[in-house]
């Protein structure tokens, strides 16, 4: 079993800026793309943000220019910075690791954007 562990969410108004992190155990992540995923309520799971092994990254097109995804190799840590937050960005922000033939998730940490 794959334990991604998240922390960095909260309350932020808009404007405003948070940083969420996701710890991965180290014998996988070196090599693991990574990703954000958000669920707002009453929504479906949608991506966010995604960054491969080699540090390439795509982006869902609300968050570009707004949203970096980043990670460090060295704290088996990805990070998503989150600058300029609307109210429609909050939602539960899940990491994401596919390995092998599953999918794994952090335990989600809320994000809420006040107007």
């Known amino acids: 079993q794959v334990q991604l562990v998240e922390s960095g969410g909260g309350l932020v108004q808009s404007g405003g800026s948070l940083r969420l992190s996701c710890a991965a155990p180290g014998s996988i992540f070196s090599g693991a793309t990574m990703g954000w995923y958000r669920q707002a309520p009453g929504k479906q799971r949608e991506v966010v943000a995604t960054?491969?092994?080699?540090?390439?990254?795509n982006y869902e097109d609300s968050v570009k220019g707004r949203f970096t995804i980043s990670r460090d190799n060295a704290k088996n840590t990805v990070y998503l910075q989150m600058n300029s937050l609307k109210p429609e960005d909050t939602g539960v922000y899940y990491c994401?690791?596919?390995?092998?033939?599953?999918?794994?998730w952090g335990q989600g940490t809320q994000v809420t954007v006040s107007s």
């Open positions: 960054i491969t092994s080699g540090g390439s990254t």
């Open positions: 994401w690791l596919p390995y092998g033939l599953d999918n794994y």
